[in-house]
């Protein structure tokens, strides 16, 4: 199973920017999607944003505009920058991979990384 490893939370005020990163390697990366997700206190797991092994970025319509995918050259890190931080996005945000959208996203989700928004 692919085990990924979240980094990159803290506490940042509204309107601020923060960078996470989601470490694997280039034989995951360079043949899986790499989704990035969010849990809220109380509240579901949600989809926040996907990146194809191609390189091609989709992102929920919460966080379109504010929130980028990308990848290093080296594929064996993608981040997830976050601009224009709100409330709203405060939650754990874990990442995770699978080969195909046809697939189920992995079921090893690790600790993740928590992000606060103070207003």
């Known amino acids: 199973q692919v085990q990924l490893a979240e980094s990159g939370g803290g506490l940042v005020q509204a309107g601020g920017s923060l960078r996470l990163s989601c470490a694997g390697s280039?034989?995951?990366?360079?043949?899986?999607?790499v989704g990035w997700f969010r849990q809220a206190p109380g509240k579901q797991r949600e989809w926040v944003a996907t990146?194809?092994?191609?390189?091609?970025?989709n992102y929920a319509d919460s966080v379109k505009g504010r929130f980028t995918m990308s990848r290093n050259n080296d594929m064996n890190t993608v981040y997830l920058q976050m601009n224009s931080l709100q409330p709203g996005d405060t939650a754990v945000y874990y990442c995770?991979?699978?080969?195909?959208?046809?697939?189920?996203?992995?079921?090893?989700w690790g600790q993740g990384t928590q992000v606060t928004v103070s207003s």
């Open positions: 990146l194809t092994p191609g390189g091609v970025p």
């Open positions: 280039r034989s995951i990366f360079s043949v899986n999607a």
């Open positions: 995770n991979a699978r080969p195909s959208p046809l697939r189920p996203w992995g079921d090893y």
